[in-house]
């Protein structure tokens, strides 16, 4: 027997992530982001209370 999903729609656009944001909040708000951070060696547990556009800046990123 096949089992269907039913179809979900996405009408909603993602929101967009404001920069002054504390990347720990983003962290655990935004599925997927951990994973991100990760990659980027960006520490969102520890040193989480940062701004994104700041940790980003002193890791070189835009």
Do not use: S, Y
């Amino acid at each position: 027997m096949n089992a269907r999903l039913p179809a979900v729609a996405h009408t909603a656009a993602p929101a967009a992530i404001d920069p002054a944001q504390q990347i720990g909040q983003i962290a655990v708000q935004l599925p997927g982001a951990t994973a991100v951070f990760r990659r980027l060696k960006l520490d969102f547990c520890c040193g989480g209370q940062v701004a994104l556009r700041d940790a980003a800046a002193a890791k070189g990123l835009d």
